[in-house]
């Protein structure tokens, strides 16, 4: 295995092994950019550790270049970063840490390269490369890293009882790098996690999602919520998620497992999208499923209004595992709510007012939606599943004539919430709402034509109904 640098690479380490060697120090490059660079994968963050400090080591670099980089640093940790030809430079002294059992916080004191090198969580994040003038270059693998690297497995450098109690969050990252590599964590090291997999009560949220997330952007997200689902982990976090899990069968009639459902069309979404928040709209498009579960004597078993109690799941389940409360949460759960619409247009006799409302309500996100509900198509059945999308691509024929003809999507009706108001001497209320709606519903559904005269004259009769009168202004 050979690791490629670019020459503005080469000459940062060069340059970083001169100063540190005036300086009296030693240093390497080490963890990730190692690993990433072994195995060809792009990379740009830089991580250096050095014997002694290494902040000064960082500035005593960043003066060495032409247009000084700008060092920032943390004293408390004694970590300093500067940026420079796009690359993210980190300086920290080597450590070496223990834990006691009643605390979290390790104790930390200066230490050598090995020290280091043993406190990191897998072999293959323990790779260090020397950037010292006498042996420039070479490789310090003490637990076999490039092994590992090569038989592509995940393994920690200690116990991995011990090393998981130390930092429960690297039972998170070993599933993390698993999806992300294609790599197998060993056995030894998954039964490591089933077992300790209650301490992750004690890592922060934010730490955990973060991981969820670089599992959810990986090219097959399904490797790490399998494994996430049955080391246990997955149940500390987000069990609701695990409810979708498992098969009930009442008078011989089985309902799909919804958890690996799930999975096939989070990955069949990743496969069309890179878009993090679809591919979230994709692992929640079902969560309202065990909620809404019956089984019928006529029908079998149901999932009625599974999208709505979705959609209403979706801003709890953002809370919980904090991720953001914006309009990305809105996004997502508005794809829920719309999950099945555009199946829903694949029957026959589907008039034109169908097809304007779904080009209404999804807006901006129509194509978003159909990727969403072109990847729930799944089945055992392939001939069912071909047949599906071919009456799928009808649909989006159809969509594309009507908006074409009729251009609904960044459509607002004659008449605004504000007018109705205005009209009727309203304050914001129920009524203005629903008046709202029935002009948009009549006209999407052709009844008045698309122009304010109609939509007035509309407005009038409907607020009867309601003993409301315009005031005069
Ligand atoms: P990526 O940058 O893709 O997230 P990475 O391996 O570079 O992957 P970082 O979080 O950037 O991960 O950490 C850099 C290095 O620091 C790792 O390669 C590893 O050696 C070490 N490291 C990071 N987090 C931990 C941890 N929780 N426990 C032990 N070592 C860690
Ligand atoms: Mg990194």
Not at 29 to 42: A, N, Q
Not at 138 to 156: E, N
Not at 165 to 191: H, K, N, W
Not at 425 to 438: E, I, M
């Amino acid at each position: 295995m050979d690791i490629v640098c670019t020459p503005d690479e080469l000459q940062l380490f060069t340059t970083i092994g001169r100063v540190a060697a005036e300086l009296q120090l030693q240093c390497y490059l080490i963890g990730g950019f190692v690993r990433d660079k072994l195995l060809g994968r792009p990379t740009k963050d830089v991580d250096i550790v050095c014997t002694g400090d290494g902040i000064s080591l960082a500035h005593a670099v960043a003066a060495t270049f032409h247009h000084k980089p700008q060092v920032s640093f943390f004293k408390t940790f004694g970590t300093a970063q500067f940026c420079l030809h796009g690359l993210d430079v980190e300086f920290v002294g080597a450590r070496k840490e223990s834990y006691s059992a009643d605390s979290r916080k390790p104790e930390v004191e200066p230490g050598t390269i090995q020290d280091d090198q043993l406190r990191r969580d897998f072999t293959i994040n323990a790779l260090a490369i020397s950037l010292n003038p006498n042996d420039f270059g070479s490789l310090i693998d003490p637990f076999g890293g490039i092994d590992d690297l090569q038989s592509q497995i995940i393994r920690t450098p200690l116990g991995p009882d011990i090393t998981f109690s130390d930092d429960p969050l690297r039972m998170m990252r070993a599933i993390r790098f698993a999806t992300q590599l294609g790599f197998a964590i060993v056995p030894d090291v998954f039964e490591a996690i089933s077992r300790n997999k209650h301490r992750l009560k004690i890592v922060s949220q934010e730490r955990i999602t973060d991981e969820l997330n670089k599992i959810m952007a990986a090219p097959k997200p399904s490797i790490g919520l399998h494994l996430l689902f049955i080391s246990g982990l997955l149940q500390e976090f987000f069990p609701q998620m695990v409810d979708l899990s498992g098969v009930e069968i009442v008078e011989g009639k089985g309902h799909k497992d919804n958890f690996y459902h799930t999975l096939q069309v989070i990955d069949n979404t990743a496969a069309k999208s890179d878009n993090l928040w679809l591919r979230w709209a994709a692992l929640l498009h079902d969560i309202g499923k065990p909620a809404t579960k019956k089984f019928e004597e006529d029908h079998g078993w149901t999932f009625h209004g599974h999208e709505v109690v979705g959609e209403r799941m979706t801003p709890r389940i953002f809370k919980q595992l904090k991720l953001p409360q914006n309009e990305k949460m809105k996004y997502v759960a508005k794809l829920v709510a719309l999950h099945l619409r555009p199946i829903s247009l694949t029957k026959e006799d589907i008039t034109d007012s169908a097809m304007r409302r779904l080009l209404f309500d999804a807006g901006e996100d129509l194509e978003d939606l159909m990727i969403l509900c072109e990847s729930d198509i799944t089945s055992k059945n392939k001939m069912k599943v071909k047949r599906y999308l071919e009456n799928f691509e009808l649909v989006k024929e159809r969509l594309k004539e009507v908006e074409e003809s009729d251009r609904i999507r960044n459509w607002q009706p004659p008449i605004s919430g504000e007018d109705i108001m205005r009209i009727f001497g309203l304050a914001p209320s129920r009524n203005v709402g629903v008046l709202k709606t029935a002009i948009r519903e009549a006209i999407l559904d052709g009844h008045i034509p698309n122009n304010y005269a109609a939509a007035y004259e509309y407005l009038l009769q409907k607020a009867a109904e309601f003993q409301l009168m315009p005031v005069s202004d």
